[in-house]
């Protein structure tokens, strides 16, 4: 069973998301912001990062930059998301995507599957 | 003391970009204030914050919103978007959106109060915006510990500089302890029948004087903009004196009913039924003024422009070519709904861009019917004549009466705009001899010498003509029922 780990500061966006893939057949942990991520990560390696940009202690571009920069977390595929507009972010990280909010099941779904086939490859 | 430790709230004020509202503000927020808004759900606290980030961070300050309540940021932004205002390109640097509802629901006031400061020191932020503060009040576990958290963000806006905005749906009455906080700005809309308007009052505001009063304000594309209610931001200066300036209507048979002419500066008032003249002697105020060289207004509430110049044109009134050059401008208002200083930010917005030098405000009926606010009439008036005089516009307002005929006469001498105007014209149907005649009479002209007889006029393609004085005894014409006193005809 492939984990994703969802991070957000929005608790609704998060319960919502985490169900939703729970019932795709994910595992899912939580994380309200970018430390607490990182904390779960050393508990549990997941196979996807889906993560909010915007967000208190950490946001998600320090927590982007310490995932790439630790080993240990090499191949965890990573996917953003924000209320911002993300074409501006996805010039700034060219090699990674991002979800524009707000986006409807069928495009979470899709980009998730993508990111994590693109980490298999 | 050094003027590093001079305390925060001499520094320049915090501009919200809400127009109107830093004049009702007395220049703006304070910096490192604490700021309570209160209003009702829609009465337009969020779009009111989100302006005055957006607005800041244009100028290149960072702003914090802090959210705790439900609605998710991608949702307040799809609202603003379409606001002029926003402006994408300041996410998240200008403007950052947190949520702060899971820290409040596991760690309590002081679990936020950290993270409200940690998050201005990291995003280095002067503008912070915390969006539900019911729901902190909420999860205060004492009346005493809400306080606290306030006065401990107070000491913190303080330190660290940053102005705050705390956005919330229950006023100062449920919650006594908001009185702590640096002012209260309350948003609320109202309702009369199946009319609603909004209104913005300062409750409380510490470091200088504000607006008195409650000020209309309206919600569009533009976002929020405030219109200070027009008698608390009258001039108290006297206007200045027109000395031998002079205007006339330029219709030589009724300029010669009062040769001195009218005092430059003053306000006069044409009362009369619906028909009767009073349009055609208001354009023929401004034509003159055009022919002088003068700039000139036309503030109308019935014929939309092209109707008015045309109907202008057919008593030889021609309004179009100085509306092509420039020198007049039509503002057009249909008689629906209307927020009195709107209105009044229109009609002197213009006067003092274009230097305007005659008013002419056709249908002031249409503008008290209106505005709910219609016990405000007489103060409004006031205050507007006043400041026309201030820059100096001759002004002339025709005031509909609501009787065609009839021994009684309609003339609100106590009240509104009859009190206040210097020079006073009716106009008034008359059938007499078998024949529907227009009649004109001056009841007062201040400062100059006037023919005080009853005069018929006519309205033709050659403009206004004043008849001479009636040739037979003529009584009661005022009444519009006139009758010679012998009977008969002449």
Known sequence: METVLVVDDEQGILEALADLLREEGYRVVTASHGREALERMTELRPDLVLTDWMMPVLDGPALIGRIRAEPAFQGVALLGM???????????????????????????????????????? | MSSSEQPARTDARVSTGVPGLDSVLGGGLVPSGVYIVVGEPGAGKTLLANQLCYHQARAGARCLYVTLLAESHARMLANMRDMAFFDSALLPEGVYYVSGFRTLEEQGLPGLLELLRREVRNHNASILVLDGLVQAQEAAGSQRDFKKFI???????????????????????AHPEYTMVDGILELRERTAGVRS?????????RGSATLAGVHGFRITQAGLEVFPRLEARVRRVPPPDPGIYRVHFGIPSLDALFPGGLAAGSTSLVLGPPGVGKTMMGSSLLAEGLRQGETCLFMGFYEPPNRLLNKAASAGIDLKSWVDDGRLNIIWQPPAECILDVLADQLLSDVRKRKVKRVFVDGLSAMTQATPETSRMASFFAALTQELRCEGATTLFGLETPRLFGPVLDVPLESGPSAVAENLFFLRHVELEGRLRRLLSIFKLRDTDYDPTLREFVISRQGIEVLPPFSVAVDTLLTGLARHPGGGHS
């Open chain 2, 197 to 205: 308007w909004r209104e913005l009052q300062v409750r409380k505001f």
């Open chain 2, 151 to 173: 006065h401990e963000l107070q000491v913190a806006a303080g330190l660290a500089r940053f102005t705050s905005l705390m956005l919330t749906s229950d006023g100062p009455t």
């Open chain 1, 82 to 121: 924000s209320a911002v507009d993300v074409s501006a972010l996805r010039r700034q990280y060219p090699d990674m995507p991002f979800l524009q909010k707000p986006f409807d099941i069928g495009t979470l779904l899709k980009q998730v599957r993508k990111a994590l086939d693109s980490r298999q490859r």
